[in-house]
Nanobody, 117 residues
């Protein structure tokens, strides 16, 4: 049974940083692509970042230069380091992993990120 568990969300002031984690069981991150999505109120789900099994990364233009996706194969965990956060980054952030990523495969429940003063 595949399970993805996100953590690390919270309330942060504009300009602050957070690191999100996505811990997996039942799917091996080192041989599967992983993506972070976000879903803001009243908006469509947005692809934020992806990392391939080979370690190649891609980012949405809205987060490029501020966010970084990485993977710890020993812990079977993927991270999203988010710096210089803006109010428009407020959303539920979801982890997506497995064959067919981005968009297909397995999903976590999400972690809330709120950027507000």
């Amino acid at each position: 049974q595949v399970q993805l568990v996100e953590s690390g969300g919270g309330l942060v002031q504009p300009g602050g940083s957070l690191r999100l984690s996505c811990a997996a069981s039942g799917v091996i991150f080192s041989i599967n692509p992983v993506a972070w999505y976000r879903r803001a109120p009243g908006k469509q789900r947005e692809l934020v970042a992806t990392i391939t099994s080979g370690g190649n990364t891609n980012y949405a233009n809205s987060v490029k230069g501020r966010f970084a996706i990485s993977r710890d194969n020993a812990k079977n965990t993927v991270y999203l380091q988010m710096n210089s956060l803006k109010p428009e980054d407020t959303a539920v952030y979801l982890c997506n992993a497995g064959p067919g990523v981005p968009g297909l495969g397995y999903w976590g429940q999400g972690t809330q990120v709120t950027v507000s003063s």
